[in-house]
């Protein structure tokens, strides 16, 4: 269900109502979760159906008793019965899953992805560390400190081709892929840098494979890694 099929079939106070069939609820449910207008029609109505109520309980419990009085037509007062019946409990329950989500979403979701930006654009320390060919048989063991968001991985090239881009493996010692980039090639008599997130790849030995990105693709040089994160 859209917006203009909601507004047609006046959704908002049908639903309220439990008028809607079980097929358009669902269609409705889904519709007004994405859909800030109708969410915000539906919570009006459930505090206008609700401000209803205690408006009615306010005046039955001020008519003045008595014989002398007239007769009025008495009027069914409010009842927590009535409210958990399944066609108006699902209107009540809905409006409170609303307001649960905006407000996770208000105090949670958004302040969090607001600091995830901050530091994302905030300046970063940083580390290099340049790794060894494999067939040196040297091993680089690379620590990284605890404050330290991301780091880089810096290679010579062992090759004379010139390649435009570069694809480059991580592997473990069970020759599994932990994390794979492609690394556009870098300026000449300067090193190929990988950047890499404190979070990508847990302590450990590893090798990078650097393979050139055309065909037919070939293998370039093997890079020995052991991380060590703080």
């Avoid at 207008?37 to 408006?55: H, K, Q």
């Avoid at 409170?96 to 969090?112: D, N, T």
């Amino acid at each position: 269900m859209n917006h203009t099929e909601a507004i047609d079939k006046n959704a908002v106070e049908r639903y309220l109502g439990g008028e809607l069939s079980s097929v358009e609820s669902d269609e409705f449910e889904a519709h007004f979760f994405e859909c800030a207008v109708c969410a915000e029609e539906l919570r009006s109505g459930a505090i206008f159906e609700e401000n209803a109520r205690a408006v009615f309980r306010e005046d039955a419990r001020s008519e003045p008793a008595g014989e002398s009085q007239p007769k009025v037509e008495k009027r069914r007062l409010f009842s927590w019965a009535e409210v958990w019946k399944p066609w108006t409990a699902a209107p009540a329950l809905a409006a409170v899953a609303l307001l649960c989500v905006s407000a996770y979403q208000a105090f949670v979701v958004i302040p969090g992805l607001r600091q995830q930006l901050h530091e994302a654009v905030s300046p970063q320390p940083m580390a290099s560390f340049v790794l060894p060919a494999l067939s040196r048989g040297d091993d680089r063991v690379v620590e990284v400190a605890r404050d330290k968001r991301f780091y880089a991985l810096e290679m010579d090239p062992a090759w004379s081709e010139s390649y435009p881009e570069f694809q480059c493996s991580i592997q473990n010692d069970s020759g599994e892929t932990r994390l794979a980039v492609r690394v556009p090639a870098p300026a000449p008599g300067k090193p190929l840098q990988i950047l890499i997130s404190r979070n990508q790849l847990p302590s450990g030995r590893y090798t990078v494979v650097v393979r050139n990105s055309g065909q037919p693709e070939k293998e370039l040089g093997r890079y020995s890694l052991i991380l060590k994160l703080d």
